[in-house]
């Protein structure tokens, strides 16, 4: 994967949760990423004009972000990679998930240069749609004793909500808080793909072999997730859609189409494993609790 030169760009410091104590570093920036045949990230170009009038503005908005970072041993984490995982199995799901790219790029951050993989994505709002974020919407519009997960079922979407629950499951995302759903508003009102998917997988573990390979895939520890339980085995239970189920995948042809655009540094053959046991065990797993109900 070619290297992209992004060392002009300021990066905001977002703390996390974890008791590393690290940070993910985002911006956002105006102008045209470029790619070749096989979608490959190769250029960035600022410029201002992308057509023949030289008064329209036909730069696009992207947000970009970083894997965890710590002040002492630098960028620890997989969330970047993770968010591209999460973004290409939620695609072949059929989910309407956030579409994003990965680029592997110089960076300043810090004084120092880095060469890291950043997440990349489109503002997936046009200039004339309002964007909310859910828990605005929720305290305003909410009936009393009303739960997140209730509200966006009785507001019409239930079969979002069912979507969520299950692909949240499946990846292991510990970070679906009220902030990470949004709504569009044209007219009428719809969500936002599902977005922020990066805290997932084996985000806590900051891409430490032994903890990783030693995790147990099909556990059910506590989240910081805003709908239904803090767990994402109990919210299976919730999806109010009975007939809904997970299609197979052949393991080849799933490693495939997650890993094969990715270099070896970006996530080593191990760690690939791990990911690949991790959906495949859960994905087994959902359908047998799905079936059971």
């Known amino acids: 994967m070619q290297i992209l030169d992004l060392t002009h760009i300021k990066w905001n410091k ?17 102008g ?15 410029k201002h004009n992308w057509d023949d009038n030289p008064n329209v503005n036909t730069n696009r908005k992207y947000f970009l972000k970083l894997s965890n970072y ?29 579409d994003c790219f990965l680029i592997k790029a110089r960076i300043e951050y810090n004084n120092c240069e880095h060469i890291v993989y950043v997440h990349a994505a489109q503002d997936f709002a046009a200039s004339d749609v309002t964007k ?13 004793g009303e ?28 970070d679906r808080h009220c902030n990470n759903l949004e709504f569009l508003k044209n007219g009428v009102i719809q969500l936002a793909p599902l ?13 430490k072999r032994r ?23 109990n919210n299976l239970q919730l999806i109010t859609n009975t007939a809904i189920r997970i299609p197979k995948f052949n393991e080849a042809d799933l490693r ?22 991790l959906l495949l065990k859960r994905m087994q797993h959902a359908n047998k609790i799905l079936n059971n109900r």
């Not at 710590?70 to 998930?97: N, T």
């Not at 094969?260 to 690949?276: F, G, I, Q, T, Y």
Request: charged share 25%; with cysteine; aromatic share 16%.
């Open 14 to 30: 977002n703390i996390t949760s974890y008791s590393s104590g690290g940070a993910y570093l985002k911006a956002s920036i105006d």
């Open 256 to 277: 495939n189409e997650l890993f094969s655009k990715l270099d070896e540094d970006a996530l080593p053959a191990w760690h690939r494993n791990k990911v690949l046991e």
């Open 147 to 174: 739960t997140r997960l209730a509200f966006l079922q009785r507001i019409g979407f239930e079969d979002c909500a069912n979507e969520m629950l299950l692909f949240d499951y499946l990846i292991y995302n510990r």
């Open 195 to 207: 977005f922020d998917n990066g805290i997932s997988f084996f985000a806590p573990y900051a891409g």
């Open 70 to 98: 710590d002040d002492e041993y630098g960028f620890i984490g997989s969330e970047s990679v993770y968010e591209f995982i999460a973004s290409k199995f939620g695609q072949l799901l059929g989910l309407d998930v956030l």
């Open 32 to 46: 045209r990423f470029l790619f070749d045949d096989k979608g490959n990230c190769t250029a960035f170009s600022a």
């Open 132 to 144: 909310t974020i859910f828990e605005r919407l929720y305290v305003l519009e909410k009936t009393p």
């Open 211 to 233: 903890e990783i390979e030693a995790f147990d895939v099909l556990s059910n520890k506590i989240t910081n997730n805003d709908f239904g339980s803090r767990y994402l085995e």
